[in-house]
T-cell receptor
Framework: DQQVKQNSPSLSVQEGRISILNCDYT??????FLWYKKYPAEGPTFLIS?????DKNEDGRFTVFLNKSAKHLSLHIVPSQPGDSAVYFC????????????FGTGTSLTVIP | DAGVIQSPRHEVTEMGQEVTLRCKPI?????LFWYRQTMMRGLELLIY????????DSGMPEDRFSAKMPNASFSTLKIQPSEPRDSAVYFC???????????FGSGTQLSVL
């Protein structure tokens, strides 16, 4: 059973606009969340993270929001650039899972110039 | 550091053959993970090691899959015999400590005909 879900397989956005990628999880014990970015023929690379004690974390153009009551997190990219076109995975972990990371199925973002 | 190194990058084999995937983690990282990426399930954890000891192999799909870590700088994932449904991208990742972010290799694209 998928504990981390990304229900949008793909997303297209105009350059300069905001990209919003969503992620839902089922395990209320998850306390650490990460976003990874993956280009074709490469491995995923770490982008940004957030712990459950916070509801927002910002790093340049990237902001992650966490809504614990809704078991939902989102990644905002503002402004979107063509180089942001990639597959984005969200991941979650918890102490009671041995700190294993559970990944979603990914969202393919295309930023149109 | 060169990052996590996986070989081969691509493997094409026939059903029934043995396949061995290799991984060299980042030096000093105590944890090593094997993931499989599929469209349906995203990034699926197969097995992970701590200080060369397998901790959780519950994600290994069948007895046809086995993994070893004979020393801190080398791990293998073996499939014997291989089947067409094993076709996927297999990633190795390592981390410094429990719950810390993962660093991924470039993956091995496996095609079983």
């Amino acid at each position: 059973d998928q504990q981390v879900k990304q229900n949008s397989p793909s997303l297209s956005v105009q350059e300069g606009r905001i990209s919003i990628l969503n992620c839902d999880y089922t395990n209320s014990m998850f306390d650490y969340f990460l976003w990874y970015k993956k280009y074709p023929a490469e491995g995923p690379t770490f982008l940004i993270s957030i712990s459950s004690i916070k509801d927002k974390n910002e790093d340049g153009r990237f902001t992650v929001f966490l809504n614990k009551s809704a078991k939902h997190l989102s990644l905002h990219i503002v402004p979107s650039q063509p180089g942001d076109s990639a597959v984005y995975f969200c991941a979650a972990s918890a102490l009671d899972t041995g700190n294993q990371f559970y990944f979603g199925t990914g969202t393919s973002l295309t930023v149109i110039p | 550091d060169a990052g996590v190194i996986q070989s081969p990058r691509h493997e094409v084999t026939e059903m029934g053959q043995e396949v061995t995937l290799r991984c060299k983690p980042i030096s000093g990282h105590d944890y090593l993970f094997w993931y499989r990426q599929t469209m349906m399930r995203g990034l699926e954890l197969l097995i992970y090691f701590n200080n060369n000891v397998p901790i959780d192999d519950s994600g290994m799909p069948e007895d046809r899959f086995s993994a070893k870590m004979p020393n801190a700088s080398f791990s293998t994932l073996k499939i014997q015999p291989s089947e067409p449904r094993d076709s996927a991208v297999y990633f190795c990742a390592s981390s410094r400590g429990q719950g810390e972010k993962l660093f991924f290799g470039s993956g091995t694209q496996l095609s079983v005909l």
